[in-house]
């Protein structure tokens, strides 16, 4: 993509009221646009890093065994009265249409997925089974000051379990923690596993997945040696203990919970009255789990923990591109080869930036760090002086000289 | 995948009140279940069509030098006041926050990209600029009648450009309505194009694109041979005449229609006050066109267009899977070769769906008929004898046997 003609370029100014970290350099880099409090628009630029992630979880989801839908986020009330969310869940947003039909929007998707299941399903033979989606979902939140860590309108995957027996349950559950830790992992992030204190709607165990952040919104203490982790709140431990697993040294740091899961038992299954038959012929309750993950969230936790004072640094795996290609200089023949090195980086396959815009080298470059793309190639006339360009990382200080006819295949290895 | 594990089997019955053709055989086909009027659920083989018509237009989106964003469904209500629609389209959804925000659910989005594209551009140097979303909308329809062909809540594509002068607008308008037709025709859909008399927000001109369908909502006179069309309502034509661009024969049919678009003019950028700055540094009003296609409207135009009494008939570039393959008889020695050939296929990249149930011939053919997969392979005693499997195109009545060790290969070319 020619830089000169991307839709949402880097920005200087971000209004005052975005006091969020996550927020200020998704705008400034021209990734999001706010809209309203806690509402944002992805540019293409964000959409593409949303795009990755979003696959990233398709692609673990599948290996799960999981299975694909997409449900309604306009709900009729009646679902929601019969679990007694309509009146409970105070972030739901409510709607009456003209004929004074009562909607909501769906924060999350139990009353939709529940009975959805309890129609196609009704033998011990059909289960388990896990349905998961990648959809927009909607909380009336009171203080919307996190940037896109906590929207009124956001990307979620929610993933529902249902099972026969606790043990099944609960091996599917560990399961889905070994999955969570690696796609975390596969985001470039470091998560750590913490036992939650449950939510609304738990009625025996859930965790959070954790990602340590500068500016986190919880604390934890937490070991870097064998994973450990406690919300502080909670913990029994302290920074000044052995850590209780591995006995190895306790850290204490802020973080962002970035995924969380609950074993639901029969909570929403005994709401719209689920059973399955079981090999004699008796009714029984289906147990249920569910496993979220906020995916816009996740896109401003990979900001809040991986960005330096000049701007992003993506992760390769979610990075919008993966070359920040930048020519400097108005000669030429400088335009002429990074056109050439544009060419030839497209036609291996790699994702590039071309930053081909008339601007003064520091513009240029006060940009490539704002956005933060993992490699950032430059051409000028010092690097084609010695028939080179040269190429550095996004994380690292250090650039160093490649050979024109070297760099797409030094290039192309990075981007495998 | 197994058929077995498939959640989303076929149904034998359809709620009465479900009274469209559409979404009667996707309910009963298991791509879709309703969870109200006008809103449904995609279940696996649903959303993997309906993906595929994303993909579709997604490529021809890009093709036309269009960048893909994604803007919220959660609309201030101040950004509707502006245009004067808050209170003229009936079909947006309102609601109030706890805290007695009001927001507008996107029916449409001119007033949500209008103001974004201001923020960015200012100058001729920054114009055309073409903007699509693929995205969720709601419409408060008062009656929804028509399955997922006029729902409550429905995905759809929108596409809006920004031109300098009357004389681009237009030209890139004509590459709209060239790609536009490409696109049906990809989605194997013969569509017309047909001047359209304007919805509520037309000034200048807008056309419309309309699908033969047995019991479609509109009704058109149209030419075979040279693609001249217009609704019965106003065409100027009747059937006894000659065609008047080609003179050949006129005749009348039933349509759905599958797309329209819009030259805006300035009605949008006039009200967000959006101006460009020309050559000469003097302000001039930005025009605007606007393009849309509903996507989960064109899955079941599709399905209107094409099916016969037995179920659906996917086109191959729509269709969730290429082949059903079908494993018929107790014989183990069938399930062995069948699992083989599936194994062969999804080896081959192509993407098939297998009924390895342990269910009735009828059963298992009557399925294969009303899901409507493109070539449906039967594996059995009678073709193993032979060497073969029995090879069907949906489309057509007759079957050829072809032996085992062809068989992946000659799919292979069909999925190309």
Redesign the interface.
Known sequence: MRYSL????TRKEVSKDEISLNAQLLIRGGFV?K??AG??????LG?RV?KKIENIIREEMNGLGA??????????KDIWEQTGRWESL?VL???K???DKE?A?GSTQEE?VTP??K??ISSYKDLP?Y?YQIQ?K?R?E?RAKSGILRG??FGMKDLYSFHTTQEDLENFYQKAIDVYLRLFTKCGLKAYKIEASGGTFTKKFSHEFAVITPAGEDEMIYCDACGFAQNTEVAKVSEKDPCPTCGKELKKATDVEAGNIFDLQTKYTDAFDFKYQDKDGQLKPVLMGCYGIGTSRLLGTIVEASHDDKGIIWPASVAPYLVHLVALGSDPEIAKQAEKVYQDMQQAGIEVLYDDRDEQTGVKLNDADLIGIPCRVIISKKTLSEKSAELKARAEEKAELVKLDKLVNQLKICSQ
Chains 1, 2 share one sequence.
Not at 39 to 44: D, G, S
Not at 67 to 76: G, K, R, S, V
């Open positions: 991307l839709f949402g370029k646009d809209l309203a509402i944002y628009t992805y540019l293409p959409l949303l299975q694909e839908i997409l449900m309604p986020a306009l709900q009729p105070d947003y409510k709607l249409s003209r004929q909607y929007l939709v959805l299941v129609k196609f089974l349905l927009t909607f009336d009171p009124r309108e």
